[in-house]
């Protein structure tokens, strides 16, 4: 590797044994400090203006190796939790925020998803309601059975049983988009049974809280407004939702010349990377797990790593990947 660059992801980070939902996947506060402690110990924490340079450069300027820490979505854990530890260890990092969970007070699909299953003991529990939904839509939309969605879908990985491999994967992007919100509506209300504005108050960060961590040298760039999947739209639709997340910086006073695009889901096509050229966009990070390398990668496509990726110890061995990092 000619510039090896650590990008790791974070998206939940919070005191989860206190929290209103235990049940929520995400990273407890202690061990994101424990892995800052690690990372400080074994990485050079770059700040994000840096990495934007480094970028435009090929990884000139880069020093050795190089990290930098990304948090998705716009959780108010980043705002409470992750700035002030951040900010104290005089540390930098970049956030991506939809414009609709901020500016609009509207859930993410991924989130209700989260809390629908944060809400049951059990996700078998869900299925006979999941399952009434998709009968009542399936002549309208020419929906397969209910037993051809599970066998298909419902196959168990290391993380989560069948049931719950099952509904994330027919809710997030199996389903065409009208019976999908419809049916995540039904098991939201039914489940979780908090205000959806409600919820989106308490779940992410305020526009006036993204201004605080500007001020305080923290980096916001875009993560598209709608949080769509951006290769599933015309180019239309993909240009506007970029104008309108760039609008957004805008207003927060974050920069629109030389920023960078965190697609949502990772994904991303040839029509979207021309109108991020288009519009002076310096970086773009997918989910595609590796260590970026700004000497040969394409700067628009940049894989990360996951916090899960990394030990959450500070006294830990450096793992694999810092050893491909170091050589
Ligand atoms: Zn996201």
Redesign the pocket.
């Known amino acids: 590797m000619q510039s090896p660059l650590s990008i790791v992801m974070y998206?939940y980070v919070r005191d989860l044994e206190h929290s209103r939902y235990p049940g929520i996947k995400g990273l407890p506060l202690d061990l994101f400090v424990e892995q800052l402690d690690y990372i400080q110990r074994h990485y050079v924490v770059t700040r994000p203006e840096d990495v934007i340079a480094a970028a435009k450069s090929n990884g000139e300027s880069l020093p050795r190796n190089a990290i930098v820490l990304t948090f998705?979505?716009g959780y108010r854990d980043h705002y409470d939790n992750v700035f002030p530890v951040l900010f104290e260890r005089g540390l930098s990092a970049m956030f991506?925020p939809?414009v609709k969970v901020v500016a609009n007070h509207q859930l993410?699909d991924?989130n209700k998803i989260h809390f629908i299953l944060a809400s049951v003991e059990d996700p078998a529990r869900l299925l006979p309601d999941l399952f009434e939904t998709l009968d009542e839509h399936r002549a309208q939309y020419g929906l397969e059975s209910n037993e051809a969605y599970y066998q298909r879908l419902g196959v168990a990985n290391r993380f989560d049983p069948r049931e719950v491999i099952f509904i994330k994967r027919l809710l997030q992007h199996e389903l065409p988009e009208r019976p999908r919100d419809a049916i995540t509506q039904h098991l939201f209300e039914k489940f979780v049974g908090v205000a959806e504005a409600t919820l989106a108050q308490e779940l992410y960060v305020s526009e006036e809280q993204l201004k605080v961590m500007i001020g305080c040298g923290m980096y916001v760039g875009s993560?598209?407004a709608d949080?769509l999947w951006l290769d599933k739209v015309d180019p239309e639709q993909q240009a506007r939702d970029v104008d309108d997340s760039l609008a957004f910086l805008a207003r927060l006073g974050a920069p629109v010349d030389d920023w960078v695009m965190?697609y949502?889901?990772g994904v991303y096509d040839d029509t979207l990377l021309d109108i991020l050229r288009a519009r002076k966009c310096a970086m773009g990070l997918t989910t595609e797990v590796a260590i970026a390398d700004l000497g040969t990668h394409d700067p628009l496509l940049l894989p990360r790593l996951d916090t899960n990726d990394l030990p959450k110890s500070r006294t830990a061995e450096p793992n694999e990947w810092f050893q491909k990092v170091a050589s």
Do not use: A, E, N
Request: proline letters at 15%; one cysteine or more; charged letters at 15%.
């Open positions: 998206h998705d979505d991506f939809p993410l991924v993560h598209g949080h965190c949502p889901y």
